[in-house]
């Protein structure tokens, strides 16, 4: 399992080079043949694009919040280097098979091991409570500001995407998604004029 994760992280990040160094040429190619018309792929275009944009930056936010919590804790429960945890646990956040747990739940478990039984218990239930579920809350609201999906959706779809393509799935689900409702927007409008009648 670990190195099939390294595998695919390796392969989004470099399959992600390419998409930022000859995006526009592959669009212009797709747009070439795709028989929508240009004021159609120019939406599903854009709906790509601002659904991975506002995903990873959502990522990212929440990472960084995450980072921040924990090195608060850590500092308040006196372990040492707790801006540098802190740090890692953001980092951390952005692999969804191990999340910032890594790095709280072993602190956590060290303490009460130790006898520091309050400082243990706090880490852990602060990271069940807050650290390891905030994610689900603030980043379909982030995700969902930037792209126009309902928070909801948002989450499903990112879950969705985890479950069925692994690391890659928290971008992939949601742009999934947001296409599909690109497609949705675009049939509603060529067939205005027959659902209006269907009224």
Known sequence: NSIAFLAQTVIMFYALFFFLRDGKKMLKFIMHLCPLGDDREIL??????????ATLKGTVVVG???GVIGSILFWACGIQGAAVWGLIMAIASLLPPFGTGI???PAGVVMLITGNITAGVAILATGVLVIGTIDNF?????????????????????????????????????????????FWQIYEHMFKKQLSDDK
């Open 138 to 182: 603030l980043k379909p609201v982030l995700v969902g500001k930037d792209t126009q999906m309902h928070p909801v959706l948002v989450l499903i779809s990112t879950l969705g995407g985890i479950i069925l393509f692994g690391f890659t799935g928290f971008i992939i689900g949601p742009i999934i998604t947001s296409v599909f409702l690109a």
């Open 64 to 66: 960084l919040i995450q």
């Open 103 to 105: 790095v709280w739940f």
């Open 44 to 53: 599903l275009y854009e709906k790509f694009t601002s659904t991975a944009s």
